[in-house]
Every structure is written in structure tokens, then in C-alpha cells.
């Protein structure tokens, strides 16, 4: 298993520009999040979907769209790059339930993360 | 009060001693409970996940739950340079819609 794959691993925009951030999973996880994580701090969600077809928004959705027509691939889309979206973005996957606790056995809930894309708009 | 809380260190103790790791959360109905490990310009990595009361031991770490004072914790046993680390809290709440709710952080540096 490759797990949680991103490209690109890095990229320059200019301010103004778009770009789409990839991200594909092949474990079978129904749950997929993006993440961005500025220097020194920690996590922000962005958005997240609990399965193909659904997304929701996190903590900080604004200047982003997500969309989800397959389990395996989850893709982030950047529309007219700001400097303030200069950070490190990661995607995850888990396998959970909306409701109820973890199964200890299957690893219920446990996020995986991708490598990473770092960002940066001038 | 923030959902999941972490001391933001720096966290410093000499190479061998223990390191203990400390998380609070505030909702009582919380279920799953993990410590994530990241390395300065990588991504977190799992390395425990605990969801009922108690201890879990795995090598060198082990983790302590304790829901009646909402609080989780990390012991690092016998602690390594290559542990120097940011250790993520996560944590899943009834509100929390299935996903985990992280908390900032604490930065751990191991002394030689």
C-alpha cells in the first residue's frame, strides 16, 4: 500500500493564481481531510468528507474548494492564491464512524497522513 | 477552555530520563484518544492510539487515559535524541462530527 499520496511536494504561485493540490489514498478509508499547518502551529482543518460525494467545512474553508467523486482521490482546489495561503498543507484519511468509540482492533479512526505540499504565494 | 490542550513547551529533558507528555480535553464524551509524532518539516505520525481507561505500553511509550479528569498523557521511557520531536494530542468528541480534534502541540528536545 502506498497509503496517503500528495503532489506536489512543493510550488510557488504567484498571487492571483490557482492551483489544484492532489491527494489519493488506497486504503480504502472513508473519512478524507486537508489540513494546513503554519510555521510553529498547529493544525487547522480545512475541509473534510465522510465519504464519495460528500464534503464538509472545517475551521478555516475560506479561498478553498474541495471536491470528493471517488473514495480514493480527495483534491484541493486554490483559487486566486493569497500570501496568507503560504503554508504547509496536508491530506488524510481514516477509516471512522460519524458516531460511537474507536474499535481498538481495527484501528478505527486513526488518520494517516500524506507527505505533505508546501506552499508558498508571492 | 480550548476542546484538546497541550503545553507548548519547550519540553526539555536529558537523554534516558522519562519524558511525560500531558493532554486535557473538555468534552467528558470523548471516545478515541491519540499521540501523534512529528518531525520538523514531516508530516504527524501515529504512535499510540488508547480508547478505554488505563495504560497502554508499546516499547518504550506508553499511554495513560484517565476520562474521570479528562486528561491522556505520554511517557516516553528511556528518551533518545531521535525522540526531539512536536507531540500532537488528537482527540474524537461527540461534536467533533467523526473526525479528531488536535491540539497545538508540545515541542520535546532530548539532550545528549
Known amino acids: 500500500n502506498a497509503g496517503v499520496t500528495q503532489t506536489p511536494k512543493f510550488r510557488i504561485l504567484k498571487i492571483g493564481q490557482s492551483m489544484t493540490l492532489q491527494c489519493a489514498q488506497d486504503?480504502?478509508?472513508?473519512?478524507m481531510y486537508w489540513y494546513r499547518q503554519d510555521p510553529g502551529m498547529g493544525l487547522k482543518l480545512i475541509y473534510y468528507?465522510?465519504?464519495?460525494?460528500?464534503?464538509d467545512k472545517g475551521e478555516v474553508p475560506n479561498g478553498y474548494n474541495v471536491s470528493r467523486s471517488t473514495t480514493e482521490d480527495f483534491p484541493l482546489r486554490l483559487e486566486l492564491a493569497a500570501p496568507s495561503q503560504t503554508s504547509v498543507y496536508f491530506c488524510?484519511?481514516?477509516?471512522?464512524?460519524?458516531?460511537?468509540?474507536?474499535?481498538?482492533?481495527?484501528?478505527?479512526?486513526?488518520?494517516?497522513f500524506g507527505p505533505g505540499t508546501r506552499l508558498t504565494v508571492l | 477552555q480550548k476542546e484538546v490542550e497541550q503545553n507548548s513547551g519547550p519540553l526539555s529533558v536529558p537523554e534516558g530520563a522519562i519524558a511525560s507528555l500531558n493532554c486535557t480535553y473538555s468534552d467528558r464524551g470523548s471516545q478515541s484518544f491519540f499521540w501523534y509524532r512529528q518531525y520538523s518539516g514531516k508530516s504527524p505520525e501515529l504512535i499510540m492510539s488508547?480508547?478505554?481507561?488505563g495504560d497502554k505500553e508499546d516499547g518504550r511509550f506508553t499511554a495513560q487515559l484517565n476520562k474521570a479528569s479528562q486528561y491522556v498523557s505520554l511517557l516516553i521511557r528511556d528518551s533518545q535524541p531521535s525522540d526531539s520531536a512536536t507531540y500532537l494530542c488528537a482527540v474524537k468528541t461527540p461534536r467533533s462530527q467523526g473526525n479528531l480534534i488536535f491540539g497545538k502541540g508540545t515541542k520535546l528536545s532530548v539532550k545528549p
Open positions: 486504503m480504502n478509508h472513508n473519512y
Open positions: 488524510a484519511s481514516s477509516y471512522s464512524y460519524l458516531t460511537g468509540g474507536g474499535d481498538p482492533s481495527g484501528g478505527t479512526d486513526t488518520q494517516y
Open positions: 488508547i480508547y478505554s481507561n
Open positions: 468528507s465522510v465519504g464519495a460525494g460528500i464534503t
